[in-house]
C-alpha cells in the first residue's frame, strides 16, 4: 500500500510539473506576443512633427497623406506627399522622431496631385481619436489615416474593442463622423 501511494504522488509531481512547465511557456509566449504589439505610449510626436521632418526632407513638397501604424512593434508615420515632378515618402518614427526611410518616384505624366493636407485648418490625430473612441464606446484607437477622399480631409481611425476592429471616418474640419465600419 505504501509503494501505491508513492506511486500515486510521484504520478501527481510529474503532472504538476509537467502543467507549470507548460502554463510557464504559454505565459512567456504570450509576454513575447505582446511585446511585439506596440503600444500607443510610444507615440511621443504629434503629425505635425512627422511633417515637419518630412518637409526637411523634401523642401517645397505638399502633403497629401499621414499614416500611423506599429511596424514591427513601433509606431512609425508614413508621410506622402509631392511637387509638380515627383512624389515622395518619409518614414517618422513616432517615438524618436528620426527619419528611417525615404522614397521618390516620379509622377506619370497623366498624374496629377492637388491636395495639400494643411494641418492648421484640420482636426489633431489625438482630437480625432477622442471622436472615434466616442463613437465605439470602450474600444482603444491603434491605426490612424489622414488623407483627401473626394475633396475632403478624412481622418480614418481604427479602434479595437473586443477583438473586433472599426474603421470609423472623421471630417478633419467639422469633426463629424462619416462612417463607422466593423472589420468582418
Known sequence: MTSNIKQRTITLLAVTTLTTSALGGIAINHES?????????QIKIDENTAVKKFKQKFKDSKVNEIQLESNRGQYQYEVSGFDGNKEYTADVN?????????????LDQDEQKSNDLDLSQLISRKQATKIAEKQVKGSHAKEWVLENEDGTPTWKVTVHKD???TDVKINAQNKQVLQAEKDS
Not at 94 to 106: C, D, L, M, P
Open 163 to 165: 477583438g473586433q476592429s
Open 33 to 41: 506576443a505582446s511585446a511585439a504589439t506596440a503600444s500607443t505610449k
Open 94 to 106: 513616432a517615438k524618436t522622431g528620426k527619419v528611417t526611410k525615404t522614397e521618390t518616384e516620379r
